[in-house]
């Protein structure tokens, strides 16, 4: 049996606490047993800036109002974490560390922060779709992120933008 990859990106402020390792992998268990095709490979997440936005975010995806995630290749080239692809399950933690549901990627693509438009901020949570709302937003917490590497968002910043679908819920 080919061992499992699994990477962690915690980026910025993240959870409150250290991730319960011991309550992901049970969690992971529960889900691969009642979804035999989910790959073995994974990633795990933090998702959203505080615990109410965390929630709101969860509500959304289960309801399929947000249908994306945007990442940045700077940050997860400084975090060794590999580019994100089609298929790859994502666990994502409540904002105190408890893995709360898994995604699976179904759609990765490329553009460049200057180019971010209201298609694509139509991917993303309502409240944050309109790009006087998504633009401030994302540049405050990516440059914050970005802020102890010596960078900031730039009109040239590449973004990964990860459409997905949720596989799996507690």
Request: aromatic share 10%.
């Amino acid at each position: 049996k080919a061992t499992m990859a699994r990477f962690t990106t915690i980026i910025g402020e993240g959870v409150e606490k250290s991730p319960d390792l011991d309550a992901i992998n049970d969690f992971w268990e529960r889900a691969a047993s009642s979804i035999p095709l989910l790959s073995e490979d994974h990633e795990i997440r933090s998702i959203g800036i505080d615990s109410a936005s965390t929630e709101k975010i969860f509500e959304y995806i289960v309801s399929k109002e947000k249908v994306a995630t945007f990442t940045l290749p700077w940050l997860n080239d400084k975090h060794g974490v590999p580019a994100p692809v089609s298929g790859l399950p994502v666990i994502l933690l409540s904002y105190n560390g408890d893995p709360r549901m898994i995604i699976r990627i179904t759609e990765v693509f490329q553009t460049v922060f200057g180019k971010i438009d209201k298609q694509i901020t139509a991917l993303d949570g309502p409240p944050v779709r309109d790009l006087s709302i998504w633009l401030p937003m994302h540049t405050q917490y990516w440059n914050a992120a970005l802020a102890p590497y010596g960078l900031a968002c730039t009109d040239e910043m590449p973004v990964t933008v990860e459409k997905f679908e949720p596989v799996f819920t507690i």
